[in-house]
């Protein structure tokens, strides 16, 4: 980690609340990949990652100078709504289904999370 008053290379300070690039690589929608790296890992083409990003499917972030940036779960994403286009799926119905699978997903982890909270509270409550 930077010292006290050393930046980080995009210019903030360690207290801006901030960690290092190097301590973000776990985090699964730390936006490391450019567009052709993510498209090499996806086996598509830029063009296809846009029109991902026109369908609403995923939104990259953007770097300083405005080049797309996309985490490794917008990727799992890109891949997904791939194959079901590769199947024969249009892109906006391959797009609606991917996104109603994520949320379906994020769903099943938010009650895991509140069953093993409430499974805490109830054991510990004896």
Do not use: K, W
């Not at 207290?15 to 490391?32: E, G, I, K």
């Not at 990949?33 to 499917?57: N, Q, W």
């Not at 289904?97 to 999370?113: F, G, K, P």
């Amino acid at each position: 980690m930077p010292s006290e008053g050393q930046p980080y290379a995009d210019g903030r300070r360690p207290d801006q609340d901030r960690l290092p690039v190097a301590d973000r690589l776990d985090d699964d929608h730390f936006p490391a990949y450019t567009m052709g790296r993510a498209a090499e890992l996806v086996g598509a083409t830029p063009a296809f990652l846009r029109a991902l990003g026109e369908a609403r499917l995923i939104t990259p972030t953007r770097s300083g100078g405005g080049h797309r940036r996309y985490s490794r779960h917008q990727l799992r994403l890109a891949a997904r709504a791939r194959e079901l286009v590769d199947q024969g799926t249009p892109v906006d119905a391959a797009c609606r289904i991917v996104s109603l699978e994520d949320q379906l997903e994020q769903a099943a982890h938010a009650n895991e999370e509140l069953r093993r909270r409430g499974a805490g509270a109830v054991h510990g409550s004896r």
